[in-house]
C-alpha cells in the first residue's frame, strides 16, 4: 500500500507540473503572473577574460531591468525576461559546455561569446538545437562562413572594421603629410590575431606603407621583451597591434619601459586594452595617444553614460563590453517581439527578416544579411586624450580630432 500511495503522489505531482509549465507557456492563460522568457548571456566569468565577461553581465543586466521594467515582451502577453548566464571560463571547449547548459536550462535564445575562439565551438553546440545565438563582439570572418542558420553576428567583422582602419588610418597619415611610412604589426597567433597580420599584410602596401615584419605571439603571453628589443631595431614609424587586454598592457607597458616610441605612435585594430578604461587609468602614460579601431558606444547617446555610471557604481572600468551587450540584450528582445514567440524557429525567422534599434551602439538600424552578419555593424575610431577615450571618427560621433603623429 506504501508503494501504491508514493506512486499515486509522484504521478500527481508530474501532472500539476506539467499543468504549471503549460500555463507559463501560454501568455493569455494566466493575468495575475505573467510567463517568463530566459535569455542566456554566455560569457567568461572566470579565467583570463574574467573581466570582460563582468563588464558584459552589467550591460545585459541593465538592459533586462530596463525591459521588464517597461512591460516585458508585450507581445508575448508583457512576458519578464530572466538572464541566465553561461561561464565559458575563458577557453574554447567551456564554451560549448556552457551553451548546452543554456539550453538545458531553458534559454529560448543566447547572446555574447566575446572572443572568436569561445563563440566558435559556443555556436556550433547552439547549432546542434536551433537554438538562436546572436554574438556581441566576436570579430573573426571565418565565425560567418559556415551556413549557420541559426547564427548571427551583431558588431562588425575583421573585415569590416579593417575597412574603417585602412580608411581613416589613410586620413590620418594624408593630414600630417605622411608621416608614417613603415608599419610593425604585432599580434596574437590565435583567431583574432591571425587574421588581424594576414589582412594588413595583404592590404597596407598598396595603400602606401611598407610592412616590415609581422611579430606573433601567445596567448597568455608573460614576457614582451624579446618582441619589444625586435621593434627596436626595425624602427618602425607606426605599430598595429592586436591583443587581448592583459597582453595589450603588457606590450604598451615594455614599449615605455624600453623608451620604444614609434613616432606615429600605436594605432590598434581590436587592441584589448585601448579601449578600456581600466588600461587608461592605471597605466595613464603608455595609454596617452593610442588609437584604436573597436567597439564603442555612441558617446552622444544618453542611455551610453547611464551605462557608464552603473559600471563605475560597480567599482569596475568602463569598455565595450557593457554597452555591446545592453545593445544586444535589446535586439533579442526585439525579435521575441516579433516573433509573438519563444520557440526557436519563430525566433531565427524574425532576426532573419527585421531590423533592429540597436541600442546605444552606433549601428543606426541593424539588419542581418543571408549570412548572419549584421550589415550596418560599425567599430569607432578612439584615442586616448589627457586620460580621456575620446572619438575620433567617424565626424557624426567624433568628440575630438586626432592627435597624430603621437611621438612627432
Known amino acids: 500500500m506504501k508503494k501504491l500511495t508514493n506512486s499515486v503522489s509522484r504521478r500527481t505531482v508530474l501532472k500539476v507540473g506539467g499543468v504549471s509549465a503549460m500555463v507559463l507557456a501560454a501568455p493569455g492563460l494566466s493575468r495575475a503572473q505573467a510567463p517568463t522568457v530566459k535569455i542566456g548571456l554566455l560569457q567568461p566569468m572566470t579565467g583570463g577574460f574574467a573581466g570582460d565577461g563582468d563588464l558584459a553581465r552589467i550591460g545585459a543586466e541593465y538592459a533586462i531591468k530596463e525591459i521588464n521594467d517597461a512591460g516585458g515582451i508585450k507581445s508575448l502577453g508583457g512576458a519578464k525576461l530572466e538572464l541566465l548566464i553561461g561561464d565559458s571560463r575563458s577557453n574554447a571547449e567551456a564554451g560549448a559546455q556552457a551553451t548546452e547548459q543554456l539550453k538545458a536550462d531553458g534559454a529560448a535564445i543566447v547572446v555574447g561569446g566575446f572572443a572568436s575562439g569561445i563563440s566558435m565551438t559556443a555556436t556550433q553546440a547552439a547549432a546542434r538545437y536551433e537554438l538562436p545565438f546572436i554574438i556581441d563582439c566576436a570579430v573573426s570572418d571565418a565565425l560567418m562562413t559556415r551556413n549557420l542558420k ?67 605571439h601567445p596567448t597568455p603571453a608573460r614576457d614582451m621583451s624579446n618582441v619589444v628589443l625586435r621593434l627596436r631595431s626595425l624602427q618602425p614609424d607606426l605599430i598595429i597591434p592586436s591583443h587581448y587586454f592583459n597582453e595589450f598592457v603588457l606590450f604598451a607597458r615594455t614599449l615605455q619601459q624600453q623608451r620604444v616610441k614609434p613616432k606615429g605612435g ?39 553614460d547611464k551605462l557608464m555610471q552603473a559600471v563605475q557604481a560597480a567599482g569596475k572600468f568602463y569598455a565595450y563590453n557593457a554597452p555591446i551587450n545592453y545593445s544586444v540584450v535589446k535586439v533579442a528582445a526585439q525579435a521575441l517581439e516579433f516573433a509573438k514567440s519563444a520557440e526557436s524557429g519563430a525566433i531565427i525567422e524574425a532576426l532573419q527578416k527585421n531590423e533592429f534599434d540597436s541600442g546605444v551602439m552606433p549601428y543606426g538600424k541593424s539588419k542581418f544579411d543571408a549570412t548572419g552578419q549584421n550589415v550596418n555593424a560599425l567599430p569607432l575610431n578612439t584615442q586616448v586624450q589627457g586620460g580621456q577615450i575620446k572619438v575620433i571618427y567617424p565626424d557624426k560621433f567624433a568628440q575630438a580630432k586626432p592627435k597624430f603623429p603621437a611621438n612627432g
Open 150 to 216: 541559426n547564427v548571427f553576428r551583431f558588431n562588425p567583422s575583421f573585415s569590416m572594421a579593417a575597412d574603417v582602419a585602412l580608411k581613416n588610418l589613410v586620413t590620418i597619415n594624408d593630414a600630417s603629410g605622411k608621416v608614417a611610412k613603415t608599419v610593425a604589426i604585432v599580434h596574437e597567433d590565435g583567431l583574432l590575431g591571425s587574421g588581424l597580420a594576414k589582412l594588413m599584410q595583404a592590404r597596407l602596401p598598396a595603400l602606401g606603407f611598407e610592412v616590415v615584419e609581422a611579430i606573433s
Open 266 to 304: 600605436i594605432y590598434a585594430l581590436f587592441g584589448g586594452a585601448a579601449s578600456s578604461y581600466r588600461f587608461v587609468k592605471e597605466f595613464p602614460e603608455a595609454a596617452e595617444g593610442v588609437m584604436d579601431v573597436n567597439h564603442w558606444g555612441d558617446p552622444k547617446n544618453p542611455t551610453n
